[in-house]
Structure formats: C-alpha cells, structure tokens
C-alpha cells in the first residue's frame, strides 16, 4: 500500500480552508491520554478560549468530537421535545438542515423562507411570530456558506427575544470572520466548525449553551434523542478536572490540540483585527474580480466577507475552470450549491486563507483559466 | 496564550494506545478539500482497506466522522424503529450503553444479562429469543473495555441468526487485537474506533453493514432519527469518485490521513501475524504480573490479550499507584470501571502499545511503585 501523499493545495472553496503550519504541527505531538492531567488542564483552556471567541459568560461552552453538522443537530436534539414549535429561518442550505433536524426530532417546524442569495426579512419573522405565539424556539444560520450571504443576527434574536424563544444561531462560517456576539445579541445557542475562519482542519466543532438553553435540557420531559450529542453527559466529561469527570467518549486528542492552537492564533490576533482582515481582504478580492469583468451574486450590505458567491460568465462552463485551477494551479475554488448549481463560483477567503497572496494567486490564475 | 506542549507518555490505559510516529507523521501533511479529486480516491482506498480488516465484501463499509460511541449510536438508530424489539446481551459498561441507545430510540428492549468479568452466555440468548420471537435485532460486545473479557460472538450471531434476528457487535477494543470474521460470523453491522489496536489518534470510527442491514434501513417506516449518522446519507457522501458525491459534512480530512496509514501498518503486519503478536506480548505481561505477585479477574479462557484487568492487592490504593506510575515514569494505566472501580487496573497492551519494551517498562515501573 503506497503511502497517501496530498498535493498541497491552496485552499479557497467554502471550507477546509489553508490550515496554518503552526496548527498542523501541534496535531502531530505525541498522543496522551483523554483522562491525563495534562490533558485535563487543556480541556479547561479551550473552554476558557472559546468563551473569548464567542463572546460569552456561558458556563456551558465545549468543543463537540464530532463536526459541524453534528453541533447543529446537539443544538436541536438539547433544545427541542417532540411537539415543540420551532421557526426555522432558511435562506440556503443549512437554514434547510436545521428544517431536516426538526422534523426528525418530531418538533413542529414553522418555515420562514427568504430567497437563496438573500438575507432573513425581520419582518418574516415577526409576522411568523405573531401567527404562531406558542414558538419555542427560532433558529437561523448567521454566515450562509451556500450563498456567502450574512443574516441581521442581533435584529433577528431581539425580535425572537421579544416573543419569549430561545435562539439558535449556526455560525460555522461566522466565527472569526465577522462579528458575532453571543451574550449581547441574545444567542441561546451558538455553534462554529474548525475548518472555516479558525483554519484549522475539519473533524470537530464548538458550541456553547446559554444559562436558560441549559434550564430547558434540564427540564425535558424526555431524555435527549441522541445519547452521544446529550449536553447533560458532555457537561460531566467536559467538566471539572483530574478525578471530577465523568468518561463519557475518548475526546479526539490530537485534534483538540489543534483546536487550542487555533484558538490561541486567533486571540493573539485578537476578535477585531481578524474581522478586519477579512474584510480588507475581501475588498481586495472584490477589486480583482471586478477587474476580469466578474460580479457577485449577493448585494454589497449582505456579503460575507469570507465567503464570496461569484457570477460564472453565461458562456463559460464553470466546472471545467474550477478544475483547471485545481489542475494548473492547485488552486481550489468552490462550486454552487441548490439553486446556484453550475451557474457561481465560492471563494472562500476564511481564516489563514484571507491573506494578500491568495488574492493575487487567485485572480491572476482566474484570469488565465478564463482566457481558455 | 503558551503553546501545549504534552508531555510524551507510554500508554497502556484503555485507550488511546501509543500512536506509531508513521500515522502521526501522516496526520500534520497539508490538508486539501473534502472533494479533491485526490481525498475521494483515497475515501476509496480506506473502504478497501476496512473491508480486508472487517473479513467483510459488505459495500456498506465506510468510516464515521465521529468516535466510536457515534458509531454505536449509528448502528441502532440506522437498523432500529421505535417499538423494534431489541436483546442487548450485557457484560460491562458498552453493553449497558447499547441498551440505554434501544430506549432513547423508543426500541423494546430485552437485556440479557452476565456478570462483569464474565462473557455473555450463549445460553441465556437462546432463552431470551425463545421467549420473545419477535426480536428483530441482537446486540452484543466483542471485546468488553470495561472488564477485559472476550465473548464468542461466533456462536452468539450463529444463535441471534437460528431466530432469524439482524446482529450488531460492537469490536472497538477488538479489531486488529483478536480474531473478527464480519462475514464468515454473520454479523450485519460491525464497528470498531481508531484508538485502540489500530493505534491511531482517537476521533473517529469504522463502521461496515450487510446487504442485510441496508436493507432494513432502506424499508424504514420512520427516517432515521440522526441526520449526522443516516446511513443512506452517508453513503451517498463515501459513494463514487469525483463528481459522483453528495455533499453530506465535512470529512475529517487529516484524521482520515491516519486511519488510511493505520489501515496500511495493520494490512502490512497482516491480521493474523497481529493477533498472534497481541496474544505473545499479552503472555509476557502475564508472566511479568505474576512474578509480582499479582492476578487477572478474567478466567483465563476469556481474556482479551489487549485488555488486561488486573486485581489491585486489598491493602494497596489502586489511584495512587496509577498517579505514581504516570508521574515518575510517564506510564498511563487504566482504573477500573462501575463494579470495578478502585479495585483494579487496567493494562491495555493494543496496536502499537503491545510490544516487548511496553511490558517492560510496565512490570518494573509497577514493581517499584508498589514497593511504596
């Protein structure tokens, strides 16, 4: 068996994006053990890292051994009971998952539907709200990575606030990249990937719970529906540490490695100066494809700055370009998703891959590829 | 923020095993998209690779993006429908969570149990599938973490099958580290995790179902309750080359570089050399432990060469010596479980940790610590 040997690649699709070397080498240190002091020590430092990314207080705030998807199915299978009404706000794909995980868990789903490529309409909400008062809880994706469009999260928890629900927020391509505030804009409940503004590689995710999402886990008339995602058995692991935790599963060791250094790099360059980046970044992307006559498919107030949904000219096929950048380049770019299936581009700009070299490498190889 | 630096450890716990530096190594090359051309070939290679180590031809062989207690939970909620009746043979603390899955599904559950220490008696299923013909599933642990006992999942399946019921084993702790025959055995799904004889860095797991199995899934009155572990999802995910894959999640892509390695270094040895290895090195640590005046709970007949409980002598506390052993030579021994607790150790001698130099290193460092 020949021994796997990637082709390194510059990574700028919607996710993983480029894993900065510092990370990739603190994922291969030695292997300890899940119950180790050390280890231990470690767990209490990512809990205390992702309070200041997320922008909390919130005593229950862990990592999830197990992916994005998996921290948006944690947050519906804690918060909903079979028969709850949960308003799900979709405008792309993953506004269409959190719909999926409700009607798997029996709740009772209340759609708010905008078109793909725009944001939530508050006013959807409200009026959704207003015809349907028994609302538990209301869930909406802040960064949309199927269309690269941002959603009004602080205007959208407060309306949801007004009505008495608890929030759930889908940031798995916000965090880092945008402002997200989780005390101050009311989230009950939020949660991010590793592979996107964090940079480091996918696998795992983080999630945190506010003190009155806890009080509904704790006060369910049924056991969660999933024995691995129930936050009352992550707390006792997560919890305490040497003698005081309560085993549960063997955390992914080494990738929680990667998911301290990964936090560490981002507080040492600090929330703000990541958001900013990212936008400057963004600009500078936008100018270039401005300049090889492309555009965006979202409208300038609602773009994500790390995630950026390009129009495909009418007479160019863009699977072949993406495939020549791949090839040529070793540059990836996304493709579209739904709706936006062979009609964009996804350029991800996230975490380590919002630098100034990507940007030229980009444009001046989209140039090439264009050109046939 | 200071870097973690672990301290390097021989681990003889329960799992995690030592990592071969070959699958560490592995694990920290540059990270590409989930659906490069390049990670969907080797996606291939790695059920390739998991059906020559299950024994199996099944197509449903794939590796879970999550720890070994997700793929347990995938197993029942994929092969269970609310109201399914269910025997879960219980031994140990996973067979108990294999029945703790049946209720949070709705399942009916029957719980045929044996003592802890003890392997499941075949004669106990027979009884139990007499009185209840309508079970539908039978669910057993191959190799029992928590007590170090082996049951014979051979006769056990042979007898589940005789009532015409589908079996679930769960083999985390055994594959690599004893004989598992998933076809010859007549098992429908079989998992396994990473961690343990395949000595690979913990965070995801081996999963593979019969046409059999698929087949239940596929006639499901109900949809699968977990999005993250349907199996039809999934396979559409793992499923073709290139342009064939549905998107699903975001595979883990370097941990997905360790298993390809691990599934490589065990193919390499050769499953039989590997089990021969485990059962000699397993000898050594016998003898080693008996010169130190020291026993096994297990009935010799029905041990687990890689999972070893020993009992801690009445005067002795069985923590202090384990702080010591890790402390002052850097060893991690495992501590008992439930009925266990505080009253033995265990040794885990799997993967990578069953070699000569680990027994060594065991037996002195625990003759000087339990010389006080």
Chains 1, 2 share one sequence.
């Not at 869930?139 to 629900?165: N, P, Q, W």
């Not at 006792?236 to 936090?263: C, F, I, K, S």
Request: glycine fraction near 8%; charged fraction near 25%; proline fraction near 5%.
């Amino acid at each position: 068996m020949v021994a796997f040997s990637p082709t390194p690649r510059t990574l700028m699709g919607p996710g993983p994006s480029d894993v900065h070397p510092r990370i990739l080498a603190s994922m291969s240190k030695p292997t300890i053990g899940h119950l180790d002091p050390e280890f231990s020590r470690l767990m209490e430092d990512i809990k205390k890292q992702m309070r200041s990314v997320f922008l909390t207080e919130n005593t229950y705030t862990l990592p999830l051994s197990a992916p994005g998807s998996a921290a948006m199915e944690s947050a519906f299978v804690n918060l909903v009971e079979p028969g709850d009404k949960v308003v799900v706000c979709a405008n792309g794909v993953f506004g269409m998952r959190m719909a999926e995980n409700v009607r798997r868990i029996g709740g009772e789903l209340v759609l708010v539907e905008d078109p793909w490529g725009e944001p939530v309409d508050p006013e959807k909400l409200r009026e959704a709200l207003k015809e349907h008062p028994d609302t538990k809880v209301v869930s909406m994706v802040h960064a949309e990575t199927s269309t690269g469009v941002r959603s009004d999260v602080k205007e959208l928890c407060k309306i949801a606030k007004s009505f008495g629900c608890l929030t759930i927020v889908d940031s798995v391509t916000g965090l880092g990249g945008v402002e997200l505030q989780v005390d101050a804009w009311h989230i009950d409940v939020a949660y991010s990937g590793t592979q996107k503004c964090l940079s480091a590689p996918p696998g795992i995710s983080l999630i945190t719970f506010s003190e009155a999402a806890a009080e509904k886990v704790k006060s369910r008339n049924q056991p969660v529906q999933s024995w691995f995602l129930d936050l009352s058995l992550l707390m006792a692991y997560w919890d305490g540490d040497g003698g005081g935790r309560t085993y549960h599963h063997t955390a992914p060791v080494n990738a929680m490695y990667g998911l301290h250094e990964a936090l560490a790099m981002l507080l040492e360059e600090g929330l703000e100066s990541s958001w900013n980046r990212h936008a400057r970044v963004h600009k500078e992307l936008a100018n270039g494809l401005f300049g090889l006559g492309l555009d965006f498919v979202v409208a300038e107030e609602h773009r994500l700055p790390q995630l950026n949904l390009i129009k495909c000219p009418d007479e160019t096929d863009e699977a072949s370009i993406r495939k020549r950048a791949l090839e040529d380049f070793n540059l990836e770019i996304g493709s579209g998703l739904g709706v936006f299936a062979g009609r964009v581009w996804r350029i991800g700009l996230m975490g380590y891959s919002a630098r100034k070299e990507n940007v030229s490498l980009c444009i001046s190889a989209l140039k090439e590829c264009l050109a046939g």
